[in-house]
């Protein structure tokens, strides 16, 4: 009796299963769809605007034409990150993991971004630690941990610092990065995962973001059986802090589950 309990309740939850794989399906060829078709028009107004830009004089009407393109690339990032949140929902990590090194990934999002900080008039710094190889898929975790550079420079105001390290910890190996922005309020902290979460709705056009971003970091570094801290006080500045396991440090966390199991 209760084994044919069982069956029927594993075959309902393969059927939940496969349509939750189908809805995803159809879902992701939707959004490839209409991002392609979105693209287009978004690509004539950019060239327009662009085509514009160096025609107008007027400094008025050129900052006019700056915002037109402004809305155009945050369009085209939103686009861009709903794309890729469909596809690490279908696809398999393993198959792109090579090894990968942190401080590489680091020094290379310092370099990217330290004309965008500037321009902020924010200071940029990274502080390599003596970290492991991982085995990762690079261009995820670059994608992961990019956005969180980019949130840091977005929610920092001018004259703030942004922080990137690198060090190891029992878990794993740790990239931080540190902000000393608006910081994060207490009662939004548990949801700025959730997709298209925004802490504070009265910025949402002013920074410019989709928000996936955190969500999309999440998302991939559990891919790599890590996870995301965050530490937050309103006014002073957040850290970010994600946890990449090395396969040594895979094996000690069984051993101490098991070891609890026992004693
Ligand atoms: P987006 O930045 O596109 O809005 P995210 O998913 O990247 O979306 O972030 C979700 C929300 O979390 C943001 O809207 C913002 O309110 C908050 N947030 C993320 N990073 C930071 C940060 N470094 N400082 C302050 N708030 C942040």
Redesign the pocket.
Same mark, same amino acid.
């Given at each position: 009796m209760s084994q044919m309990g069982d069956d029927a309740q594993q075959s309902v939850s393969w059927e939940d299963f496969g349509a939750e794989q189908e809805r995803v399906r159809v879902l992701r060829q939707f959004i490839s769809d209409v991002s392609h078709d979105l693209r287009t028009p978004l690509t004539i107004i950019n060239s327009a605007a662009y085509m514009l830009q160096l025609k107008v004089e007027d400094a008025e009407q050129q900052q006019l034409v700056e915002r037109i393109r402004a809305q155009v690339r945050r369009l085209d990032q939103i686009i861009d990150d709903m794309f890729t949140m469909t596809t690490l929902d279908l696809a398999s990590p393993d198959e792109t993991y090579r090894t990968v090194d942190l401080n590489e990934l680091g020094q290379a999002l310092y370099h990217e971004f330290s004309a965008v900080a500037q321009q902020k008039d924010l200071t940029l710094a990274f502080f390599p630690g003596s970290v492991q190889l991982l085995m990762a898929d690079g261009t995820h975790l670059w994608r992961a941990l990019s %956005?969180l550079v980019i %949130? &840091?420079i %977005? !929610?920092?105001p001018p004259g703030g610092r942004i922080v990137l390290s690198t060090y190891v910890n029992q878990d794993g190996v740790v990239f931080e990065v540190t902000?000393t922005? @608006?910081? @994060?309020p207490a009662e #939004?902290l548990p949801r700025? *995962?959730d997709r298209f !979460? $925004? &802490? #504070?709705k009265a $910025?949402q056009t002013s920074?410019g973001? +989709?928000?996936?971003?955190? +969500?999309i970091a999440r998302r991939i570094v559990e891919y790599h059986n890590g996870r995301i801290e965050v530490e +937050?006080t309103p006014g002073k500045g +957040?850290t *970010?802090r994600v946890i990449l396991p090395t396969l040594k440090h895979l094996i000690a966390a069984e051993q101490r589950r098991k070891q609890q199991e026992e004693g």
């Open positions: %956005n %949130n &840091a %977005n !929610y920092t902000d922005g @608006i910081g @994060i #939004d700025i *995962f !979460y $925004r &802490a #504070d $910025r920074t973001g +989709s928000g996936l971003g955190l +969500s +937050s +957040s *970010f």
